[in-house]
């Protein structure tokens, strides 16, 4: 990997220290008793089987059409996974048709000028003498016009999830990107942090090289925390918009059990991106799998997990979607307008 730059407020750089996720997760609930903010709702999906959908994006059109993409996968295994477009039938959504279906995990949209991206996470079998079943795995890029004549143009660096991207008004492309291996619970191979920088074109994102120069923006996790940017929006002050995950194992006994055992927590979170001062304002946690009542889990240590996918906004409502506890899909109300959840 190539050396990864320290991203600081430099005038405060002894000051800054990063909000852990307790810190954070106290001021949610605070904020919550205040204004009595209501639990979210499930989304239900038929046309799968007995497979779950999890990890949505938002919706969103194309051709006149709303679409959500889904994680669809059976409850006991992550190796049959797709990604599948769904279209609403009622209250409730199904496979659309004539549409194409990715081997992989947590898929997103968004668009660069007037073509279609669609991208997500690609696994590969990368075992170790301790683990014969460890994957590898790399972000994923599709481009088109139209769903049906997307082509791949680029992959990340192996072992780098969460990279999104968006065109700000320079006209340059504004790169998020998430090494794991940096800071962050590196022992484990859970660990990673959010990086930063801009790019002049999208053929530069297959550029491994420039990708890995990406700067971390340090003040964001502890060192026993980690996360990734989820979903971006260009606000009004040419300011970024980051709609992400931050995320912990759930007390300091964990970190003794077996991988597989450990009950991590994860959160939805929001934070303001200045790329001009390279300040991070406002963070906070916008939902947990708490706000989604009980449920379905993958598995025991996911109980506690809340991955958002991206946001809505119609009708002076902001509308958060995400996955719950690997296993549901569900959205939950978290503001009337981007400026006001981004203050």
């Known amino acids: 990997m190539e050396n990864f ?9 002894s000051a800054v220290s990063p909000k852990s996720c307790s810190e954070l997760l106290k001021e949610f609930k605070q904020m919550g008793e205040k204004e009595k903010m209501p639990l ?10 007995n497979k779950d959908v999890y990890n949505p994006t938002a919706p969103f059109e194309v051709d006149g059409i709303t679409y959500i993409l889904g994680r669809v996968e059976s409850r006991n295994r992550e190796t049959d996974t797709q990604s599948m477009f769904f279209i609403k039938d009622g209250d409730v959504w199904i496979p659309a048709e004539n549409t194409p279906i990715y081997k992989m995990q947590d898929p997103f949209f ?3 000028g007037d073509e279609i991206i669609v991208g997500g996470v690609k696994t590969s079998p990368a075992p170790t003498p301790k683990n014969i079943d460890a994957l590898t795995w790399k972000t994923i890029f599709y481009k088109g016009k139209n769903l049906n004549d997307l082509e791949k143009f680029a992959e990340g660096p192996e072992g780098m999830k969460g990279i999104r991207i968006k065109k700000l008004r320079n006209d340059k492309i504004a790169v998020f990107t998430r090494p794991w291996d940096i800071g962050t619970r590196k022992e484990d191979g859970v660990g990673g942090k959010i990086g930063y920088i801009e790019i002049d074109s999208l053929d530069e994102l297959n550029n491994k090289k420039i990708i890995n120069k990406a700067k971390i923006i340090e003040v964001l996790f502890t060192e026993e925390e980690w996360g990734g940017a989820n979903e971006l929006y260009l606000l009004d002050n040419n300011k970024i918009g980051v709609l992400g995950h931050k995320a912990c194992f759930k007390d300091e006994k964990e970190k003794k059990k077996k991988d597989e055992k450990k009950e991590k927590c994860y959160y939805g979170i929001t934070f303001v991106f200045d790329p001009e001062s390279e300040q991070v304002l406002g963070e906070k946690i916008i939902s947990t799998a708490e706000c989604f009542g009980k449920g379905e889990a993958k ?14 906004v119609k009708n002076n409502e902001v509308m958060l979607y995400g996955g719950i506890r690997d296993a549901e899909a569900g959205r939950k109300k978290v503001g009337n307008s981007l400026e006001e959840l981004f203050s």
């Not at 730059?5 to 750089?13: D, F, G, Q």
């Not at 709702?41 to 799968?48: A, Q």
Request: glycine letters at 16%; charged letters at 45%.
């Open 5 to 13: 730059e320290i991203l600081k407020n430099k005038e405060k750089e």
């Open 40 to 49: 979210g709702e499930k989304l239900e999906f038929r046309g799968v089987g």
């Open 110 to 112: 968004t668009k660069i």
């Open 299 to 312: 598995r025991e240590g996911l109980r506690d997990v809340f991955y958002p996918g991206g946001l809505k």
